[in-house]
C-alpha cells in the first residue's frame, strides 16, 4: 500500500523571478538555478516531499520557466501505476487575462487541481530554499492541532529578520504574522533573533479553499500568502507554528540540524556552496538516508590528469566538489564545486568558487571568489576575484565582492584588452 494514502497533495510554488539572484536567473527562474554542482535548487523541496513519503506534487510555473520544465521532465518522473506524480503546471489565466498576482492568487487560479483531487491536506512549499526536512513530522502536529494551517518557522539573525514574514506567538498559535517588517521585533524582548517563517505550509483543504475564495473577492488586496492570508488567519487564532530545529531526518548530524538557507542573492547563494564543502559541511549531500535526487546528465567519471610537481602542472582538488565529465588537466581547485563537464586547464587556479556546467579554465589563469555560467570560456592567463574595480568593468559584482562571469563580460574583457 502507498504512504501516500494520507491523501495529501502537495504544491511547489516555482514561479519567482528571483531578481536578486540576477544575473543567474536572467534566462531561467530562480527554482532551476544550479545548486551544488549536480543539482536544480528546486531538487530540495522535491527530494523532501518524495523521501517522507508524499507523491502527489504539482508545480507550480510561470517566469522563464522552460530550463525548470526540462529537468522535471527528465529527471522527475515518479510512478503512474501507484498513481504518483511531479506535474509542472504553467500559468493559464484560468481566473482572467493576468498572470499570478502574488502567492496565494497562483493558488487560487489552479483551484480545480485541489478540487480535482479532494485531498485532505494541502502542503503549500516553496521552490527555492536549501533544507532537508521530514514533512511528516510537521504534518503530524498540524493534524493534532485542529488549525487551519501550520507554517514552518525557525529564528533568524535580527539583522536579517526584514527579509522573512515575522511570527509572534502565543503557545503554539500564532499570534501575528508580518510580511518582512521594516523594523522586526526580536522574539523575546532585548533578544537577537526573530522567529521567520520559511514559506511552507500545511493547510486543512476546507479551510485553504475558503480562505483562497474570500480573499480573490477583495480588491486591496495583495492575494499573497505572507501579506494576506497567513495575518488574517493569525488573527482569527486559525494559524499554527512549527519548529523546524526539531525536525530530524535520518542520519542526520547535529550540526545539520535546522539548517536552512534562503539563497535569495549572491553572497547567501555563495556561501551556501562553502558549507557543501567544509570537512564536516552543516549541510551534508552524501547521507545515503535522505538522498537528494535530480536528473543527471550521461557522462564519464572526473578525471584529474598530470602529476608534474617539478613543472608545477599538477591536477589536484581540495576540499571540493567535481561532478562527473570534468577534467583537472595540470590545474588546482581549492574549496570549490564543479559542476558537470567543467575543465581546468594546466597552471591555473580556482578558489571559492561555484563552476556550472561546462565551464573552461585556460592555463594560467586564476578565478577567486567567483561564480562562472555554463559554458563560459575562459581565456588563458587572466585574474578575477582580486580587483573589484577592474572586475566591476566587465562583471556582476556583488555587494560581499562575489564576481558573477558571464560569456558576456568575459567578451567584454577581450574587446579591452
Not at 551544488?36 to 523541496?45: E, H, K, L, N, Q
Not at 561546462?358 to 576575484?385: F, M, T
Request: net charge neutral.
Amino acid at each position: 500500500m502507498s504512504r501516500d494514502r494520507d491523501n495529501i497533495l502537495t504544491i511547489i510554488l516555482a514561479g519567482g523571478e528571483g531578481k536578486r539572484l540576477f544575473p543567474l536567473t536572467a534566462d531561467r527562474v530562480k527554482s532551476a538555478v544550479p545548486f551544488g554542482g549536480a543539482y536544480r535548487i528546486i531538487d530540495f523541496v522535491l527530494s523532501n516531499v518524495v523521501n517522507s513519503g508524499y507523491s502527489k506534487i504539482k508545480v507550480l510555473t510561470q517566469y522563464k520557466s522552460h530550463s525548470l520544465n526540462t529537468h522535471l521532465s527528465r529527471g522527475w518522473r515518479l510512478s503512474p501505476l501507484l498513481d504518483q506524480y511531479v506535474d509542472p503546471v504553467p500559468a493559464q489565466m484560468r481566473t482572467g487575462p493576468h498572470w499570478f498576482q502574488g502567492t496565494a492568487d497562483a493558488v487560487f487560479q489552479n483551484l480545480n487541481l485541489i478540487l480535482d483531487e479532494k485531498p485532505d491536506h494541502v502542503c503549500i512549499f516553496g521552490g527555492d530554499h536549501i533544507f532537508k526536512m521530514n514533512i511528516r513530522q510537521m504534518m503530524e502536529e498540524h493534524q493534532a492541532s485542529g488549525m487551519a494551517v501550520t507554517v514552518a518557522a525557525i529564528p533568524v539573525p535580527l539583522a536579517e529578520a526584514h527579509d522573512f514574514g515575522i511570527i509572534r506567538v502565543d503557545g503554539g498559535k500564532i499570534r501575528d504574522f508580518v510580511e518582512k517588517p521594516p523594523q522586526p521585533e526580536p522574539t523575546v524582548p532585548g533578544g537577537t533573533t526573530a522567529l521567520a517563517s520559511m514559506g511552507n505550509y500545511i493547510f486543512r483543504t476546507e479551510d485553504l479553499v475558503e480562505i483562497l475564495r474570500q480573499d480573490a473577492e477583495m480588491a486591496a488586496s495583495k492575494h499573497d500568502f505572507g501579506h494576506n492570508i497567513l495575518p488574517r488567519l493569525a488573527a482569527e487564532g486559525r494559524a499554527g507554528v512549527y519548529d523546524f530545529s526539531k525536525n530530524t531526518i535520518p542520519g542526520m548530524s547535529d550540526v545539520e540540524k535546522g539548517y536552512w538557507r534562503d539563497i535569495g542573492n549572491i553572497d547567501a547563494y555563495w556561501k551556501a556552496h562553502l558549507d557543501l564543502v567544509a570537512v564536516t559541511p552543516s549541510f551534508n549531500l552524501y547521507n545515503p538516508y535522505w538522498v537528494i535526487r535530480t536528473y543527471r546528465p550521461q557522462v564519464p567519471p572526473a578525471k584529474f590528469v598530470f602529476a608534474d610537481e617539478k613543472n608545477k602542472r599538477v591536477g589536484v582538488a581540495t576540499d571540493s566538489i567535481v561532478c562527473g565529465g570534468s577534467i583537472i588537466s595540470g590545474g588546482q581547485i581549492d574549496r570549490s564545486i564543479l559542476g558537470h563537464g567543467v575543465r581546468v586547464n594546466s597552471y591555473s587556479r580556482v578558489e571559492e568558487s561555484v563552476l556550472f556546467n561546462g565551464a573552461d579554465v585556460g592555463r594560467y589563469s586564476h578565478l577567486r571568489r567567483c561564480i562562472v555560467e555554463k559554458d563560459v570560456k575562459i581565456p588563458q592567463e587572466i585574474r578575477i576575484g582580486f580587483d573589484p574595480e577592474e572586475d566591476r568593468k566587465h562583471f556582476f559584482v556583488s555587494p560581499g565582492g562575489i564576481v558573477v562571469v558571464t560569456q558576456d563580460g568575459i567578451d567584454r574583457w577581450l574587446a579591452a584588452r
